[in-house]
């Protein structure tokens, strides 16, 4: 597509809940990110994919999370048991294979109220 | 690995200059990004300097000294609009080639 697509725009759940949350990069991006912005925060860094090489999931809050990824195409966060201190805003991002200014383009996010 | 710094917020007033820093510590570098995040947005890239000096896109520069660790992203004849955070970012060649982010400078402009 012409831009990364996430889905849901916006997704309310009960505490206890899991959740998945999907994000579409661009087409050939190798690379793809997942991030966890609370309101008025920055962008706390959960996983990484880049090609066939594991991911990094260094940023992953606790096992709670998980992310998998397709080969170089789509991906799914999900969260289990979800917590009150799990709303926040869910922001996927890819980029072309490392050069230069290395762009990433981010998807609109997908905001998540656990209640 | 790598670590930015940045200040948490900028203040400036319409019309004016104002400069936000951004100091890196790398253990290889490929040069230094921008990116812009209004409100309820998402982030979007604005600049890259992969060499030292000044990189110009309308009221908006940059500029690189990998010397001093240093970069900074200059924005002219401030607008209302101009109201964000601004972000630096490298990537990280010992960690596959991540994207690091600092945690993002919140620019106020009073009118």
């Known amino acids: 597509g012409a831009g990364v697509s996430q889905s849901p725009s916006n997704k309310v759940t009960e505490k206890g809940k899991d959740v998945e949350l999907r994000c579409d990069p661009i087409?050939?991006?190798?690379?793809l990110y997942w991030y966890r912005q609370r309101l008025g925060q920055g962008l706390e860094f959960l996983i990484y994919?880049?090609?066939?090489?594991?991911?990094?999931k260094s940023g992953l809050p606790s096992d709670r999370f998980s992310a998998e990824r397709t080969g170089e195409s789509v991906s799914t966060l999900t969260i289990q048991r979800t917590q009150q201190e799990d709303s926040a805003v869910y922001l996927c991002?890819?980029?072309?294979?490392?050069?230069?200014?290395?762009?990433?383009?981010f998807g609109a996010g997908s905001r998540l109220t656990v209640l | 690995g790598q670590s930015l710094e940045q200040p948490s917020e900028v203040t400036a007033v319409e019309g004016a200059i104002v400069q936000i820093n951004c100091t890196y510590q790398t253990s290889g570098f490929y040069g230094l990004s921008w990116y812009q995040q209004h409100d309820g947005g998402a982030p979007t890239f604005l600049s890259y300097?992969?060499?030292?000096g000044l990189e110009e896109t309308g009221r908006f520069s940059s500029f690189l000294s990998r010397s001093d660790s240093y970069g900074y992203l200059l924005l002219q004849e401030l607008q209302m609009k101009d109201s964000a955070s601004y972000f630096c970012?490298?990537?990280?060649?010992?960690?596959?080639?991540?994207?690091?982010f600092g945690k993002g400078t919140r620019l106020h402009i009073l009118p």
């Open positions: 994919f880049q090609g066939n090489s594991a991911p990094d």
């Open positions: 087409s050939g991006h190798t690379a």
């Open positions: 991002a890819s980029s072309s294979r490392p050069s230069g200014a290395n762009v990433l383009t």
């Open positions: 970012a490298v990537r990280d060649p010992d960690r596959d080639d991540k994207i690091i």
């Open positions: 300097n992969g060499l030292d």
